[in-house]
């Protein structure tokens, strides 16, 4: 299973949401239904995925301090740091970007902070390239390989419960042409 999730500090509107959307490339985009809890959004997208041929689903939510944002396909933590980067400086806030792929897929983090600063760590098979200035969270790391329980980790070390994450608050979907 594929986790891939951009994480912006602070409770984004709607608007800013779809702004970031059609910045990648998604295109008329609809909301899907009511907001459902995190536990429940993969039972709307099977549900609406006949109803939105060739569409793209996508979710968000606010929680804790944080606007999620997750798409099916990764396309948006797979954008170029320097998307995310502006936006931490624009916003002043940081701006969190997590992909995992299966095994023996890539995993990888990013942490843009407003003040311009970034840690990224990206691990494909034995190859391991960082940028930044490892953060303290780091050392409850199991190693150099970087793995999904890693990821959960460091979200936890910025404050976000993610078994919560992955429960409980509601998310909005959206079903749009990807790019």
């Known amino acids: 299973m594929q986790l891939s999730l951009v ?8 608007a800013e949401v779809e702004a970031i959307y059609a910045e990648v490339g998604y295109r008329d985009c609809a909301v899907v239904g009511e907001p459902v809890p995190g536990i429940a959004v ?6 609406e995925r006949d109803r939105w041929p060739q569409r793209e689903f996508l979710r968000h939510c606010s929680d804790q301090g944080w606007t999620v ?3 099916e396909s990764g396309r ?13 400086n624009a916003r002043g806030c940081r701006v969190v970007v997590l992909h995992g792929e299966p095994d ?19 691990v494909c098979e034995d190859e391991r390239e960082e940028v930044g200035v490892p953060l303290a969270i780091e050392r409850a790391f199991r190693g150099q390989r970087l793995d999904v329980d890693d990821l959960i980790t460091l979200v936890a070390g910025l404050g ?4 919560r994450l992955n429960v409980l608050p509601p998310y909005t979907v959206t079903a749009a042409y990807a790019p």
């Open 104 to 122: 023996p897929g890539m995993r990888a983090f990013a942490v843009h902070e407003p003040d311009g600063g970034r840690r990224a760590v990206a």
């Open 42 to 47: 993969l039972g709307l997208v099977e549900d």
């Open 69 to 71: 944002l997750a798409d």
């Open 160 to 163: 976000l419960d993610f078994e």
């Open 7 to 14: 994480m912006i500090e602070g409770d984004l509107a709607y």
């Open 76 to 88: 948006l933590a797979l954008l170029p740091s320097e998307r995310w980067s502006a936006l931490a």
